[in-house]
Each structure stands twice: as C-alpha cells, then as structure tokens.
C-alpha cells in the first residue's frame, strides 16, 4: 500500500532503496552458511512469536530478498522495533543481510507448486484495497511486487500481516512499531478492523512465501 504518486517520484523512491544494496554481491551460497540464527524460528512452520505480541513468525522462504535485507536494516537501525529482531540484525553486516536476502529468496524455489486461482476480494474489502491502492506497490495479484524490496503479501500469515499492519500506525511503544512514512500514513486511514479484513485477504492468496522446515543439525 502507497500513497497516490507521481511516476517520476515513484521511480525515485524505488530507485534509492536499491542504492543501499546495490553495494553488495548477494551469495545465496553464502546465506546458506548464514542462517542458522533464523531457523530456530523461520525454519519450524507454525512457530508462534510470544513477545512482545503474539502472532506466527512469518514466512520468509521465497520472499524478496531487497525486501529481507530491507527489513533487517531497519530493525538495526530501531526503525523496526522488535528485541529479538534487532539483537539478530544489530550482529549483521550489509554483506550478511544480502547474502540472507538471496538464499531465502531462493529458498525452496525448486519445491513443485501448486496451481491455485485467487480467491475473489469481497466487494468490501476490494473497496478498501483500491482505497489503499494497494496493488500499485505490491502487484496485482499481492505476489509479485513492482520493485525487489517492497514485500509479497499473498499467503502470509494473517495474524503476522495484521500486526505488521498495526506496528506502522503504533507511536510511542518501546517495543513495537514501525518507521515507514509511507506505510504509516496509510494505516492511519483504515481502522483495526478494517486492516483485519485486508491481513485476512492477503492470506488466502497463493503465493510464492512458505516455512521450510529446517534442522540445526548439520
């Protein structure tokens, strides 16, 4: 979700969040090596986060990788607040995060899927997506966003997108929250409910993003 922009501003925003990867060689390989910090979470589908909210960790096997690496810049810059997730990110090298990045992004993209048709948006909460215009960031389908580091939404976890939701519009709490201009300005139009109904929506799309069950045992 985005505000209504220009495409000279939109290509400029999506052009300086690249700038901070582009550095940076992404290793797949090397992620591999790399994730054993994430698995005791990432690596065990259904596993469920108790603080400081309760919901699933989300999925992040097939994610965008610029949007992996995005994501961990900013819990190790506090943008993103989360104790657990800025201890992991603050160990973190650029080159680290771009390597992980490119392994999940790869992670489990040989698996045999599954040919769905997308559920129909109710026509409530269609309004609401044309009112967030959605789709203009995150694709059409919520599966295949226009740029590498804004998010897939289809088939995430409700209880995770709903909280994600929730944190760009929370102020003021130590532990929970997020610094997105963009993104909080946009929750702010919609009330809790409301965000619910969209959360729900993006979950049942199928999409790309799954937990891969993984071992700490090499």
Do not use: W
């Amino acid at each position: 979700m985005k505000f209504a922009t220009t495409p000279l501003l939109l290509a400029t925003l999506v052009a300086s969040l690249f700038t901070a990867q582009a550095a940076f060689a992404q290793d797949a390989a090397a992620g591999k090596t790399k994730a054993a910090m994430c698995i005791g979470c990432h690596g065990i589908p259904g596993y469920q986060a108790s603080f400081p909210e309760v919901f699933k960790v989300p999925k992040i096997s097939g994610q965008n990788g610029g949007y992996i690496v995005a994501a961990l810049a900013a819990y190790k810059k506090g943008e993103r607040k989360h104790p657990t997730m800025r201890s992991i990110a603050a160990s973190m090298t650029d080159k680290d995060m771009a390597d992980l990045g490119a392994f999940y992004e790869s992670h489990g993209a040989s698996d045999v899927k599954t040919v769905a048709t997308a559920p129909q948006a109710s026509p409530a909460v269609a309004a609401l997506l044309t009112k967030g215009a959605c789709a203009s960031c995150h694709g059409a389908d919520f599966n295949k966003p226009i740029a590498a580091n804004y998010p897939k939404l289809a088939g995430q976890h409700a209880d995770y997108l709903y909280a994600s939701l929730r944190a760009y519009g929370t102020e003021g709490n130590p532990q929970v929250g997020r610094a997105n201009a963009i993104m909080g300005g946009q929750v702010k139009a919609f009330s809790r409910a409301e965000l619910k109904q969209m959360a729900d929506y993006f979950a049942s799309l199928p999409g790309d993003m799954k937990t891969i069950r993984q071992s700490p045992f090499k």
